[in-house]
């Protein structure tokens, strides 16, 4: 089953930031959430917040298994504040599915 991706606003600010090829290579673990939503290497934060590292930068992202969808929440280099406030990020994911 394909799942639906969705890319918060700030998502897309945060890759353009991002070095060319660091961000193709983002972009391409990104797109393959959408058939292996919890691929190797994935790490579950809390409920429905995943982690999935690729070099020096975090994909921070919920997965909605009932409504087939992922959701990005945040791009970051691999930091301590990555990984701050990740209710709100888990929040944040949740309303820009509706819910």
Known sequence: MAYNLK???????????????????????????RENPRPHGAVKLMDQLYRLRKGEYQIVYAV??????????????????????????????DRLLGG
Do not use: N
């Open 64 to 93: 909605f298994d009932e409504q087939a969808a992922v959701v990005v929440s945040k791009v970051a280099r691999r930091t301590e504040a990555t990984y701050r406030d990740l209710k709100q990020l888990l929040e944040r994911a």
């Open 7 to 33: 890319l918060h606003r700030d998502v897309e600010k945060q890759l353009q930031r991002i070095p060319k090829k660091q961000r193709e290579r983002l972009v391409a673990a990104m797109r393959s959430l």
